[in-house]
């Protein structure tokens, strides 16, 4: 084997050129990238492509996107109107008006999904989505706008499904949702013991008589063909026979409902808001309401405004010059009129279940 010292000699030359080389590539490359020409850092993500536009903040458009395709799941799933939460007549994506900080927290890891501390448990028609709605005003509440009926329909898919669904939070804000139907499902008040046996209810209740009608008119709205209100009512009109099980009468006979939820919180974890009150006056029930929850008075007067063409209040911004936003087409409906006979027999069979209710809440709601 011949010997060669030319080889020798070249091979840690050549080594040297070859690190040098990668060596200038990766300077050359560093400068390329802070030059802000590179797009595979992490830091450039949010970025324009184009180098002519200047860079691009994460927006509320972004977040909305986001929380529109999230709630598109949860319509897909749902057939009723407001179980969809939307009962806004316009600008739908304005009504949540703190979704900026959600960018700030959901940017810094600041934000997690908790189980709700606080939920509006009923009544179906009594102003549920309206209370809703104004508590989402409250920088230190996040709700979800839809109705999950977990603790009723959805509750063998476990507490970590139901979590998901909420709304992310920052440290000190509350979690909330409204599902109507729990305060009149018999094992909704265990299942939401056994969640937290510290969660605040509110429940939103409202003349059962006019309650009735109302639950009525929606039903009606979906399927036209349905019996009367008058014949619906009774089982037996000349004995004076109200039908008790039909769902419509059912749901008013308040003190009923009650008493299944004393046996698992004590009055004091239940707030009762009276329907009537939050039309006529919304900044004085809502003042109730934040004591209750323990929160400062951040939703007053200013945020409602009265629209009498829809005849209920509407929502503004204090401080901007933004139109009011209504709910929905699906609130506040033409009532039928019903026979004042029938309204009379049906607010008697009443009066006894609201005595009770009055004794046990200890509040006069005023409906007799
Ligand atoms: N601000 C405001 N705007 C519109 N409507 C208002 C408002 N406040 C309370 N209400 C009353 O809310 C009634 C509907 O109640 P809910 O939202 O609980 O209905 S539901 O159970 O969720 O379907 C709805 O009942 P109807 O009038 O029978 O449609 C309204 O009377």
Known sequence: MEYSPHCHSTQPVKNKLFVFCIMLSLWVYMLYCCAGYCCTTPTFMMEERDSRNPPRPLQKQDLEMFLKSQSRDLLNNESDADSKGDGWEENKGDVVYDEDSGVAGALNGSETKKLPQAIIIGVKKGGTRALLEFLRLHPD???VGAEPHFFDRNYEKGLEWYRELMPETQEGQLTMEKTP?????????GRIHA?????KLIVVVRDPVTR???DYTQTRSKKPDIPSFESLTFKNITANLIDTSWSAVQIGMYARHLEQWLQFFPMSQLLFVSGERLISDPAGEMARVQHFLGLRREVTHKHFHFNPAK??????RPEGNSKPHCLGKTKGRTHPNIDPDVIQRLQDFYKPFNKKFYQMTGHDFGWD
């Open 181 to 189: 139907s729990y305060f009149v499902t018999k094992e909704v008040p």
């Open 212 to 214: 009735a009608i109302s």
């Open 195 to 199: 969640m937290s046996k510290d969660t």
């Open 141 to 143: 509440i996040r709700a």
């Open 311 to 316: 005849g209920f209040p509407c929502l503004k």
